[in-house]
């Protein structure tokens, strides 16, 4: 028995996909032998299965290279986000070691500084000011109008934070003490020998580099020094 065209049709997708029954394919097949409409048809799904293959298989490339820029970028961004963070760190860092750690000599202000002599012999010098980061002092001898004389020369130094937000107890004292002796050991015993050091006069200079002068140096600047102390 022939079966028509229309119903043909409608079998060839299943014939084509191998899911209709057996008498279904015989009657397709006996029709597909005297009919060319038919024969396209079926060559046409074919060719749109083959179409929609190379379609998905495009878009699936497609999407590939999509997800691979993707990850490219998202990988990117979080390098570029790392290597903010770690700059803006290393700022922040710099700028509190600046503030914290780079030194300016404090310049010297009448009653900033009072040197006294202590009971014990040793000099006492006390700070007046607010606070400071860190004090300095250094003694050489020179020789003033044919006479040699033990001099100390001190100073301080702020930082930022000294200078503008530190704020130290009311009751704190600043002091420390100027040694006027020393110890040394000329070989003729095992113990060291205690010299005394009288120190003349005390002055503050406002210069960073005190120990780096010579003496000669030291006698010309002398002049911007402030004497706060004599014998």
């Known amino acids: 028995m022939k079966i028509p065209c229309e119903i043909t049709k409608d079998l060839l997708p299943l014939y084509h996909d191998e899911v209709c029954s057996n008498q279904s394919r015989i009657a397709v ?11 396209k048809y079926l060559e046409s799904l074919d060719s749109d ?8 298989l495009a878009e699936q490339a497609k999407s590939n290279v999509l997800k691979g820029i993707k990850k490219k970028l998202f990988r990117k961004n979080v390098m570029i986000s790392v290597i903010s963070v770690i700059c803006a760190t290393a700022v922040l860092l710099g700028g509190v070691l600046f503030t914290l750690n780079y030194q300016m000599p404090i310049p010297y202000e ?9 009971d014990n012999r040793m000099l006492d010098v006390y700070f007046n000011g607010n606070d ?9 001898t020179i020789e003033k109008d044919g006479v040699k004389q033990n001099i100390a020369y001190i100073y301080y130094t ?3 934070w000294t200078k503008y937000f530190s704020k130290p107890p009311k009751d704190r004292e600043y002091k ?4 006027t002796s020393y110890w040394f050991n000329d070989g003729s015993s095992k113990d060291d020998i205690e010299v005394k050091r009288e120190i003349s006069a005390v002055y503050y200079l406002d210069y ?3 120990p780096k002068l010579s003496k ?5 600047n002398s002049s911007k020094a402030v004497l706060l102390w004599e014998k």
Do not use: P, R
């Not at 400071?132 to 050489?140: A, D, F, I, L, P």
């Open 29 to 39: 097949e006996e029709h597909l032998q005297e009919c060319e409409a038919c024969k």
């Open 49 to 56: 299965i083959t179409h929609v293959g190379t379609f998905e």
């Open 110 to 118: 009448k009653g900033m500084v009072n040197v006294k002599m202590g």
């Open 132 to 140: 400071y980061y860190c004090s300095y002092k250094w003694t050489t």
């Open 158 to 160: 702020d930082t930022i």
């Open 176 to 179: 420390y003490s100027i040694n």
């Open 208 to 210: 960073s580099d005190i």
């Open 216 to 220: 000669e140096d030291l006698i010309k």
